[in-house]
């Protein structure tokens, strides 16, 4: 039996745990700081703290003096819960990813005209990395941005864009899609704005028109459905997952539906 199969044998994904140095050993690591000086009632702090966690065979790893009267532990432990990982679903964005290539062709046999893509962040957040990994020709993760598409017209605006001018801008353009982007997360500000952006389009009749697409360290596709959004997007996602829902929406709403993975046309 190979490697493979051993572990397959092994591994009962009903009642999953984290793998450490042995499958099935639930080994993870935390960190956290303690409000008091570092010593043995701090560590013995710690090690009770780990095993409420539910950690067994807890190890302290680091134990340092983080400020005047703090300190700051590095913990390992063995977990003893697990998880059914058979019973999990999520909703997720329901969209096939497609090469630029692909998109552009798309758009320019069933649409005939650039899609005008707005991206910004809004209200007072000014951090532009996420709107321009996704926005700007360069891209991320050696998938170009939404500019370096023939049949897109992207335009990024940048930062601390106010909802009301979004939207005005939207309108002037006739925009086919809105892209937002944020960052700073401090007492729900994202999902006020959010809501906020949604419930200004809908007032002006815009829901229905344009694709409506959030993005950000904090956003998860479940959160954009609630504040009124299309599609929400989190770490790690590509110019080209973006431009392939926005284009699927986008025909969607016309009654036009692409063909899935395996379909004939």
């Keep these: 039996m190979s490697n493979d199969q051993s572990r397959m044998s092994e591994l009962n994904l009903a009642k999953l745990k984290p793998y450490g140095d042995i499958l099935n050993d639930g080994t993870i690591q935390v960190s956290f700081t303690l409000p008091v000086e570092p010593s043995p009632e701090a560590r013995e ?3 009770q703290f780990a095993e409420k966690m539910g950690l067994d065979q807890v190890k302290i790893a680091t134990m340092e003096k983080a400020a005047q009267g703090f300190a700051f532990f590095v913990v390992y432990g063995n977990l003893r819960h697990t998880v059914d990982f058979t019973a999990i679903k ?5 969209a096939i990813k497609r090469s630029r290539e ?8 069933k649409i005939g005209r650039k899609l005008i893509v707005l991206g910004a962040c809004t209200g007072y957040d000014a951090h ?3 709107i321009d990994a996704i926005m700007n020709m360069k891209g991320f993760a050696g998938d170009y941005g939404l500019e370096r598409y023939q049949w897109l017209d992207a335009r ?3 930062a601390q864009v ?3 001018e979004l939207l005005k801008l939207a309108q002037r353009e006739n925009a086919d899609a809105i892209l937002v982007s944020k960052v700073v997360t401090q007492h729900n500000i994202h999902v006020r704005d959010l809501q906020d952006l949604m419930k200004r389009a809908e007032q002006l009749g815009l829901k229905e028109k344009i694709v409506f697409v959030a993005g950000g360290p904090r956003v998860t596709h479940p959160l954009a ?3 009124g959004f299309d599609a929400g997007f989190g770490v790690g996602t590509k110019p080209s997952d973006v431009a392939s829902y926005i284009v699927e929406e986008h025909l969607r709403r016309r009654g036009i539906f692409l063909e899935k993975a395996g379909e004939k046309a």
């Design 45 to 47: 702090a710690a090690v």
């Design 90 to 94: 999520v909703l997720k964005v329901d």
């Design 102 to 109: 692909e998109i552009d062709e798309i758009i320019k046999t």
């Design 128 to 130: 532009t990395v996420g």
């Design 156 to 158: 990024n605006l940048g």
């Design 162 to 164: 106010l909802n009301e």
């Design 225 to 227: 459905l609630e504040c």
